[in-house]
């Protein structure tokens, strides 16, 4: 019984290896015909897309690898790549999280790509062509394997073969590359995809431009920070020059302003001279009128003597007193030229000195208002420096030269003015010096047009003189120039008429030399008699 129990399994064990042999068999036929079947097909359909590389057979590899790549990206498996069929296949296959670049590359004007449109932009791309070389420096710089180079090159991989790199092939990664790191198999094959679909990366492609690029930028922003620096320190040099300019013309402002100060202190001092000079003629005049007296006196009482001797010592007194009459009125004579001028001509000098004088206001009025141009022009360069990009700007602009040039302008109008000043004074006090009388202290030009009889319209209208004065750096040396004519002879008259009033007496002498006196004086051009000096005789 055991025994025919187990031939009895024998035999259906038999029977189940040899039906499973069959199974096998058959599969094998069908999968071997199926995959011949397949190769023919796509034989025929290369054929018929590109004839004349359909008998190539690393041609035809590289056909089916790009057919397989239609085939991930078609996943409706209608034979067209659509738009939403790549976008998807961009962001889940290749990780691109914003593919718009890749899309419009990828499709082009043309929304359904077929196997034949994918293989005519494969072979119309720059990778196509590329040798072993190339494609050796692209697995270096953009995939990042050098550890492969030699394997690429001993198998003379060039760019008809990046297909064959771009799809999942075992045999082709880990038998002929010998990758034995996944990793490195699938960074392989997303970037030959990437490059097989896209064109060549940006880094090969451009990788001269952009190194000479970067030379350019590097060599421009150089070149812009050195033109900066130039500028920037021009710029400061020539702030601190205008600065320096700027505080010379308030240094002059400033002088010009203790000038007015000192010419209108020795003004006073010429009036009050004046005043004391009118004192001390009056009373020169009081005392030669006290000796007329007394010599009239002298005479009177030696007319009513009639003692001999008290008649010569009257008279010898008498003589006394004539003798220092005249000579008080020597000195005095001496003291003052023997041309005096006319009243007229006074006044007509005063009219000119005060004409010309309004004509050097309008000059000096003029330099004021360039002098406050340069002020105005200055305090804007200074708000602009304050600015973020001031400094620049104002290197860059022509507003320095021009602020730079209105001082210079103002400087040079501020010194004609200061030279018309120093010779103006100077030729107004010669002539005072000369002419004897004031001419730069007068009435005004209004009572003077009106005491000489001028009609007012030939003046013009006056101009009302600035309540300050502006002057250059060299006003320092007019100080000793200030000083009126008149108070210049003001201690000589105070010291003669000092002289005639301190004067001690001296001896009687003779009637000769009194006589000697008076005609000398006469001759002079003065009178005694006349003047009342000598008592006329009897």
Known sequence: MDVCARLALWLLWGLLLHHGQSLSQSHSEKATGSGANSEESTAAEFCRIDKPLCHSEDEKLSFDAVRSIHKLMDDDANGDVDVEESDEFLREDLNYHDPTVKHSTFHGEDKLISVEDLWKAWKSSEVYNWTVDEVVQWLITYVELPQYEETFRKLQLSGHAMPRLAVTNTTMTGTVLKMTDRSHR??????ALDTVLFGPPLLTRHNHLKDFMLVVSIVIGVG???????????????MKKMMKDLEGLHRAEQSLHDLQERLHKAQEEHRTVEVEKVHLEKKLRDEINLAKQEAQRLKELREGTENERSR???AEEELEQVREALRKAEKELESHSSWYAPEALQKWLQLTHEVEVQYYNIKKQNAEKQLLVAKEGAEKIKKKRNTLFGTFHVAHSSSLDDVDHKILTAKQALSEVTAALRERLHRWQQIEILCGFQIVNNPGIHSLVAALNIDPSWMGSTRPNPAHFIMTDDVDDMDEEIVSPLSMQSPSLQSSVRQRLTEPQHGLGSQRGSSL????????????????????HE
């Open 186 to 191: 699938q960074k392989l094959q997303l970037k």
């Open 224 to 238: 812009g920070c050195w033109f900066a620096y130039i500028q920037n320190r021009y710029s400061k040099e020539h």
């Open 312 to 314: 010569q010592k009257y």
């Open 517 to 536: 006196k008076a005609n000398r004086l006469s001759s002079k051009g003065f009178d005694p008699f006349r003047f009342g000096v000598l008592p006329p």
